[in-house]
Structure formats: C-alpha cells, structure tokens
C-alpha cells in the first residue's frame, strides 16, 4: 500500500501540472492494484471531464461513488458533469448531497444555485447564492451566477409591470463581473400599459425621447451575435399612445443598427440562375398563430409559377407552422436558437424578398429585420404602424384604410394596396350562448370591450362616461387581462373618472378562453373600439357574428382598421365622429333591439369582401413583381 500512497502522490503532481495523460497513467496503475480506490476513480473522473468527455466522467464519479459516499467533493463534481449533460435534476440531488456532507462548501452551495436558475427557480437560486457569497463575498463563479440572476429577476419584473425593479436589477446586473454597459439602459423598452392620464403619456414620451438621444451619444458597446439576449425593442405599449411613433423608433435603430456589419446582397446575387421570385415570409414565437389567421390564403394561392414561397419560423414552432397550411410545395426553414446561426440561415436561403410578419414584437425578430440579409425587406400589419427599422424597405398597407400622405408615418416606404392587405377567412359556426352562463347580468345592455389592457387610453375613459350617462341600465363590460397588479391602475383610473355610481355598472373580466369570449360575442350589444387603438382581429371576429362594432377614425393606422372595413363593406353609420356620436351610436345599439338587428342583418349581408381574399393575392403578386423590377432597375 505505500507503493499505492507514494504512486497517488506523483498522480497528484502531475494532475495539477497539467500532465493528464501522465496523471491518467499513473491513476489506472493505482486501479490495477486497488481496484476500489475511489480518489483514483474519482480523479480519473475529472480528467474525462477536463477532456469533455462526460459519459466517461459520468463513469468514472459514479464509480468512486460506488466505494465512498461520504465525501462532498465527489458528489459536487458528479453534479456538474450531470448538470453539463442536462439531467438537472439528478445534478441538483448531487449538489444537495454536498452541502449536507459539507454544510460550509462554497463552490456546492454555488453550483446548486446555478442548476436552480438553469430551472428558472429564482428564489432557491436567490437562498443557495446567499449561503456561497455571505462565506465568500469574492467567488468569482457566485457572482456570475448573481448577474444572471439579477439578469432573469429583472425579465420578470418588466413582464410584470414593475419597471422600477427591474431597472434596478438591471443595473445591478450590469455592475457585476461580465455585466454589459447595455443592460444599464434596459428601461428605455419599458411603457406602463395604464397611464393615469394624458399629462402622465407626455412626460413618459418627453422622457425617452431624451434618454434615447443620450443613449445614442454614449456610444454603448454593442455586439450585434448577443443582441437579442442583450438588448430591448421600442415597447409594444408605444402604438397604443395616440401619437405617431415614427421619430422614436427611428432613434432605437439609430441605436442599435450600427452594431450590424452586414452588406445587404443584391438582386444580381439572389436571383442567380432561376426565374422564379423568391420570397421568404418570417414569423417568430407567440406571433404564428395571428400570422397563419390572416395569411394562410395567401400563402396557400399565390402562383407557384412565379414564385417560390419559404416559410421561415423558429424552430420552438415549425411542427405547429406546418399544420396551419396545407400545401406541399412550400419550403419550411427552421432557425435555430442561436441567432448568429439564424441570420446565417436567411441569407442562405437567397430569397429575394422577406417580409417580416412582425418587427419588434421581441428582440429576435426585431434585429433579425435589422440585419438586412435580402435584397428586399417589407412588413405590414403584424407591425402595429412603422417599424423604424431602415433596413427594411416597405410597409404594405392599403388604400382603403390609409390616404398617401400617411407617407409620412413610415420609415418605410408606403405601399398602399387596393385591398385590405390581408385574407381573413370565416369561422365555424358557434352555437349562441346564454348571458347566464356567462355570468353577465340578465337585463340591460352589454357594450364590450374585448381589447388588450394598452387599448384603454385616458381619453376612452370620457366615452365609456358618456353611454353609462345615456344607458342607465347598460353595462361596460372590459377585458383587463390576467395581472391584476398591472389592471389595477386602470380600475382607479376610471373610479376617479366615472364616480362610483358609473362604475359599479363596469363589468371586469381578466381573460376569456377562445370559445368563451366567442360566446360571449354571441350575446353582447355591440363592440366598442378604444379611439387610440381600434381592433382588427377583434373587429374581423365580431364581423363574423354579424355583430356591430363602434367605431372612430383617427389619422393614424391603428385608428383605421374597422373603419376601413366599414367602407369596404359600404357602410359608414357606425363610424363616429367624435365621442358624442360614439356614445349615442353605442346606446342606440344598445337600447333599440330593432335598429341593433337591423345593423347586424346588414354586416352580415355586406360583409363578404372582409372574407373574400381573392383580391388580396392578386395584390400581393403584383406588388412582389413590382418592387423587384423597380429594384432591378435602380441595383
């Protein structure tokens, strides 16, 4: 055994000179004559994993394990290998194991904490880190695992509403080892979903505009390959104020778009050696399912002798992209988490044209349209208004719903089509519920508002006053979504607004499954529009069930889109014009059951070219024809 002793010791040294294969030559002597040394095991154990060879280290650990189970070392090191290999929670029992053996080992506590976050459980990562730092203020892999940490918590907190956490967190992240200078300025993403009223929208946009122009001057290093981790988007909430968003997204890329170093290719480079137009179409995460409900047709009917049609998406959700279309003949592109790799991903695919179904609705598909990897880049609907971006080249709209001097919106260029620019299609059928089964009271009116929480801008509150003031014995019935932490300024707001007599006849519902708030469709008054914001796919739905929607027509888009479709529709009796006529159009809905029935009988006689697309592809083909040969020609 003192031949053992003094072999372990010259194994030992040549392990920490970095002679492993010395090292391992000397451990499986050991072995031959000890068969059950477990250190000699159990170091062999780290060499394969100095290698990177983890099943043999996963071997080798369980092996020393196998002889000796009292030493903390041994089970630390067995749960990174297990934690490398994605069993987190046999890395986790491991790791457990450790700190009981060891109560003081830091690097257990450390790692512990680390598998917990790789489980997004903040608070026992938030305990384990505790423990590890409070023994070692100064360990370099804890305070790693810290700036995720604060990195993640401050995630959460935006999603949530609490912009002042997650500022703080943020920042706090960003002032530890590895933190990134960007992540100090995470809030310039930040809108509340509820202002308290108009003054409160005033002084948030006044203050963005200012920090984004500081932001611009300070010259934060950017990193384009880490910018969906890294960066933020101008904030889904900024259509939803009533004002034109055009200046401030264009200060977001001003930002952010320098950090791309790429060449846009050429026609003359896509289209080498075929006829056919190349059009890719993207769709990212959360966003397919709106994509597929309004373009499916037109993916399905445009002419495949002119065009070669890609569909693009995540690869989280290309099994579900490939069910919602039913032709053969269109090619499928996954792209792949990493990002550099995706955006490698479209310029091979050559298309000549991207459109982007939606720009900024996350970081992904926001600076994925910013790196200008085609020829041609458009986006429309799926991007509430412009997109800021440069890169992208064309915003596809429609004259019914916008005069040409929009131009001046856009940061694109304003393609207005001669149809609607999309290609809604019927529903099924829904058999018509009762308000008891719902909940909703039994008399009266139910005007509702089945819209997102942004929607409800401080100047919709005076609206919603004036048909409670009409309609004594109607009811407002709001959907307010599922964070009531986020819904409650609104609910004070329009206390404050409406007095408590008014209020207590606004219903307040979070969220409805589909077929319920279809249900509910069935059995409400009418529909009502917010001013700042108005609904399209809500509008198509209602539409659907012959059921009215209220509706004004501001200067912006998103203010257009069901008075659009009234006109397309040939009707413009319940398009306002102010919110006096609003309210009595509302109540009128609401109050004279003949006059309801008469306007729900017409949309549904009239509504045909709202669920009639075969206009919309005719568009679209001609506009892919068009900006090609007018780009030919300018390349």
Same mark, same amino acid.
């Given at each position: 055994?003192?031949?053992?002793?003094?072999?372990?010791?010259?194994?030992?040294?040549?392990?920490?000179?970095?002679?492993?294969?010395?090292?391992?030559?000397?451990?499986?002597?050991?072995?031959?004559?000890?068969?059950?040394?477990?250190?000699?095991?159990?170091?062999?154990?780290?060499?394969?994993?100095?290698?990177?060879?983890?099943?043999?280290?996963?071997?080798?650990?369980?092996?020393?394990?196998?002889?000796?189970?009292?030493?903390?070392?041994?089970? !630390?090191?067995?749960?990174?290998?297990?934690?490398? #290999?994605?069993?987190?929670?046999?890395?986790?029992?491991?790791?457990?194991?450790?700190?009981?053996?060891?109560?003081?080992?830091?690097?257990?506590?450390? !790692?512990?904490?680390?598998?917990?976050?790789?489980? +997004?459980?903040?608070?026992?990562? /938030? +305990?384990e880190l505790a423990v590890a730092l409070a023994r070692r203020p100064d360990h370099v892999a804890g305070r790693n695992i810290l700036r995720d940490l604060r990195f993640k918590q401050a995630g959460r907190f935006s999603v949530r509403g609490k912009f002042s956490q997650a500022d703080h967190a943020y920042r706090e992240a960003a002032s530890?080892?590895?933190? &990134?200078?960007?992540?100090?300025?995470?809030?310039?993403?930040?809108?509340?979903?509820?202002?308290?009223?108009?003054?409160?929208? !005033?002084?948030?946009?006044?203050?963005?505009?200012?920090? %984004?122009?500081?932001?611009?001057?300070?010259?934060?290093?950017?990193?384009?390959?880490?910018?969906?981790?890294?960066?933020?988007?101008?904030?889904?909430?900024?259509?939803?104020?009533?004002?034109?968003?055009?200046?401030?997204? /264009? &200060?977001?890329?001003?930002?952010?778009?320098?950090?791309?170093?790429?060449?846009?290719?050429?026609?003359?480079?896509?289209?080498? +050696?075929?006829?056919?137009?190349?059009?890719?179409?993207?769709?990212?995460?959360?966003?397919?399912?709106?994509?597929?409900?309004?373009?499916?047709? %037109?993916?399905?009917?445009?002419?495949?002798?002119?065009?070669?049609?890609?569909?693009?998406?995540?690869?989280?959700?290309?099994?579900?992209?490939?069910?919602?279309?039913? +032709?053969? $003949?269109?090619?499928?592109?996954?792209?792949?988490?990493?990002?550099?790799?995706?955006?490698? #991903?479209?310029? $091979?695919?050559?298309?000549?044209?991207?459109?982007?179904?939606?720009?900024?609705?996350?970081?992904?598909?926001?600076?994925?349209?910013?790196?200008? *990897?085609?020829?041609?880049?458009? #986006?429309?609907?799926?991007?509430?208004?412009?997109?800021?971006?440069?890169?992208?080249?064309?915003?596809?709209?429609?004259?019914?719903?916008?005069? =040409? /001097?929009?131009?001046?919106?856009? #940061?694109?260029?304003?393609?207005?089509?001669?149809?609607?620019?999309t290609s809604h299609q019927h529903d099924p059928p829904l058999k018509p519920a009762a308000r008891e089964e719902l909940g909703l009271p039994p008399n009266g009116a139910i005007y509702f508002c089945p819209h997102r929480l942004p929607k409800y801008h401080p100047l919709f509150d005076h609206y919603l006053r004036l048909i409670l003031e009409k309609d004594s014995t109607g009811h407002v019935l709001l959907v307010t979504?599922?964070?009531?932490?986020?819904?409650?300024?609104? *609910?004070?707001?329009?206390?404050?607004?409406?007095?408590?007599?008014?209020?207590?006849?606004?219903? %307040?519902?979070?969220?409805?499954?589909?077929?319920?708030?279809? &249900?509910?469709?069935?059995?409400?008054?009418?529909?009502?529009?917010? =001013?700042?914001?108005?609904?399209? %796919?809500?509008?198509?739905?209602?539409?659907?069930?012959?059921?009215?929607?209220?509706? *004004?027509?501001?200067?912006?888009?998103?203010?257009?889109?069901?008075?659009?479709?009234?006109?397309?529709?040939?009707?413009?009796?319940?398009?306002?014009?102010?919110?006096?006529?609003?309210?009595?159009?509302?109540?009128?809905?609401?109050?004279?059951?003949?006059?309801?029935?008469?306007?729900?009988?017409?949309?549904?006689?009239?509504?045909?070219?709202?669920?009639?697309?075969?206009?919309?592809?005719?568009?679209?083909?001609?506009?892919?024809?068009?900006?090609?040969?007018?780009?030919?020609?300018?390349?």
């Amino acid at each position: 055994m003192s031949d053992v002793a003094a072999l372990y010791h010259t194994a030992l040294a040549k392990h920490q000179q970095g002679d492993l294969a010395g090292a391992e030559e000397c451990y499986r002597s050991i072995l031959a004559a000890a068969p059950n040394h477990a250190d000699a095991w159990h170091l062999l154990g780290v060499i394969f994993h100095q290698r990177h060879r983890l099943e043999a280290a996963l071997h080798h650990f369980e092996k020393a394990l196998s002889f000796c189970r009292d030493k903390a070392i041994y089970f !630390n090191n067995y749960g990174v290998v297990l934690k490398e #290999t994605g069993r987190l929670n046999d890395a986790i029992a491991a790791f457990k194991r450790a700190t009981e053996l060891e109560p003081s080992y830091t690097d257990a506590h450390a !790692n512990l904490a680390a598998a917990y976050l790789l489980q +997004n459980d903040l608070t026992r990562t /938030e +305990n384990e880190l505790a423990v590890a730092l409070a023994r070692r203020p100064d360990h370099v892999a804890g305070r790693n695992i810290l700036r995720d940490l604060r990195f993640k918590q401050a995630g959460r907190f935006s999603v949530r509403g609490k912009f002042s956490q997650a500022d703080h967190a943020y920042r706090e992240a960003a002032s530890l080892p590895g933190g &990134k200078e960007l992540w100090r300025w995470q809030s310039l993403g930040f809108c509340p979903p509820v202002f308290p009223d108009e003054q409160g929208i !005033n002084r948030y946009w006044t203050g963005l505009e200012q920090h %984004l122009d500081h932001a611009i001057d300070s010259h934060i290093p950017l990193d384009w390959q880490t910018l969906p981790e890294d960066g933020f988007t101008p904030s889904f909430n900024l259509p939803h104020l009533n004002r034109c968003c055009r200046a401030i997204k /264009e &200060k977001f890329d001003t930002l952010f778009s320098r950090a791309f170093p790429f060449k846009r290719p050429t026609l003359f480079e896509t289209q080498r +050696n075929r006829k056919k137009i190349r059009v890719g179409f993207v769709v990212t995460a959360g966003h397919h399912r709106g994509f597929f409900r309004v373009h499916r047709h %037109l993916l399905e009917h445009l002419d495949r002798s002119k065009f070669e049609i890609f569909v693009i998406c995540q690869e989280s959700i290309l099994v579900s992209c490939r069910k919602a279309i039913r +032709n053969d $003949d269109i090619q499928w592109i996954s792209l792949p988490p990493r990002f550099d790799v995706s955006v490698q #991903t479209l310029v $091979d695919t050559r298309c000549d044209i991207l459109y982007h179904w939606k720009v900024g609705g996350g970081t992904f598909d926001y600076f994925l349209a910013m790196a200008g *990897v085609a020829p041609i880049q458009c #986006t429309s609907y799926g991007t509430h208004g412009t997109s800021g971006v440069r890169a992208i080249d064309c915003y596809i709209s429609s004259s019914i719903l916008e005069p =040409p /001097e929009s131009a001046s919106q856009y #940061t694109e260029r304003l393609v207005l089509l001669d149809s609607y620019a999309t290609s809604h299609q019927h529903d099924p059928p829904l058999k018509p519920a009762a308000r008891e089964e719902l909940g909703l009271p039994p008399n009266g009116a139910i005007y509702f508002c089945p819209h997102r929480l942004p929607k409800y801008h401080p100047l919709f509150d005076h609206y919603l006053r004036l048909i409670l003031e009409k309609d004594s014995t109607g009811h407002v019935l709001l959907v307010t979504g599922k964070n009531k932490e986020q819904a409650a300024p609104l *609910v004070s707001r329009l206390r404050q607004t409406l007095g408590d007599g008014l209020f207590r006849r606004v219903l %307040l519902a979070t969220t409805f499954p589909l077929d319920v708030y279809k &249900k509910h469709l069935s059995v409400v008054s009418c529909v009502l529009d917010s =001013p700042a914001y108005v609904g399209d %796919l809500t509008t198509h739905d209602a539409f659907d069930q012959g059921v009215p929607v209220v509706t *004004v027509s501001g200067e912006l888009l998103v203010q257009r889109y069901t008075a659009g479709l009234y006109r397309l529709m040939g009707i413009d009796s319940l398009i306002a014009a102010d919110a006096e006529e609003y309210a009595t159009i509302a109540v009128r809905l609401g109050t004279e059951p003949d006059y309801r029935q008469s306007m729900s009988e017409q949309i549904l006689h009239q509504s045909e070219p709202v669920f009639s697309p075969q206009d919309t592809v005719h568009d679209y083909e001609q506009f892919f024809e068009s900006v090609l040969s007018a780009s030919s020609q300018t390349s």
